[in-house]
């Protein structure tokens, strides 16, 4: 790994984590130090001959500080909590000594006081958690990562395909996947979206333990990923995309006790130097209509006129 590389992702940590603490209303000193070992292990992880696993380390940057804004959130959602229960138990004291033989004025009013203090609390705290979570949206939307799988996200497949397309003199194979997920709707009605999530985690997992560090993953929406295999031929394409399909059936979800079976059908196409974003994703998409077609659990290639 060059000099550059590396003062490269030292300052993207450091303006990343100066930005967070600049934004947040409460950020400890326990938060920063998971913030700067979790960047040590990103680091740690960089491959010293693969550009593209730095791009990765700085993406990883750009999302790390997500997560201290969502623990504020959390810590702040428990207060939340207790003064509500707090002031439950003031209310209940008040009405369990309404009939005794007290000065209950002056106790009144001192719990009134007590009670507004806390109703104060709470809503400047509902307020924080309000905009903590403003700002985490923020980030969601300027991220190149999705939050849920951890891979990258539609954003950055555009990005990705509109650079692509404009080179028109790419001398290697290259091709493109649509993987969906099948019948993943019925999952989400007989499970809930909870299990639903757990599956698209599980899918990206293998995604990323199975393939090249060379080879890039996009969740694309919903239920379905896009990915680009480089410097590949439609053999050696054919055997990744089988050993997909085997390892994604083969393996069982267990989801409160229950297992769950699923399967993932595949469109493929190869790029063409006349290729724009839009054609190639449209063939891709099209292969995929025609492996859920014929039966789910299976691959199709649609290869461009010419070709």
Known sequence: MQKDDLKSLVTQMYDNLIENIDNQSQVNKEQVINY???????????????????????????????????KSISSYE???????????????????????????PSLTEKFDEIQTHMMDEV????????????????????????????????????????NLCSHNDIKYELHLLILDIDDFKQINDNYGHIAGDKIL???????????????????????????????????HCKKITDRLLKLVSKNQLIYKGEKLQVTISIGATIYSNSDTPDTLVARADKAL???????????????PNGA
């Open 201 to 235: 985690i599980f899918i990206a997992n293998i995604l990323k333990k199975t393939l090249r560090d060379g080879d890039k993953i996009f969740r694309y929406g919903g239920e379905e990923f896009v990915i680009i295999l480089n410097r590949i031929d439609k053999e």
């Open 123 to 162: 809503k400047k705290a509902n307020s924080i958690i309000t905009q903590l979570s403003t700002q985490v949206d923020n980030l969601e939307k300027d991220s190149n990562l999705d939050s849920l799988t951890k891979v990258f996200n539609r954003r950055a497949l555009s990005s990705h395909l509109e």
């Open 36 to 70: 700067l070992r979790e960047s040590v292990d990103v680091i740690t992880s960089i491959s010293d001959d693969k550009i593209d696993s730095i791009e990765h380390a700085k993406l990883a940057f750009n999302n790390a500080y997500k997560e201290i804004a969502n």
């Open 289 to 303: 209509y025609k492996a859920k077609k014929d039966g789910k659990n299976r691959m199709y290639s649609e290869v």
């Open 78 to 104: 428990h207060t939340n909590e207790r003064f509500e229960k707090l002031t439950q138990m003031q209310e209940e004291t008040l009405n369990s000594y309404s009939d005794s033989i007290i000065d209950l």
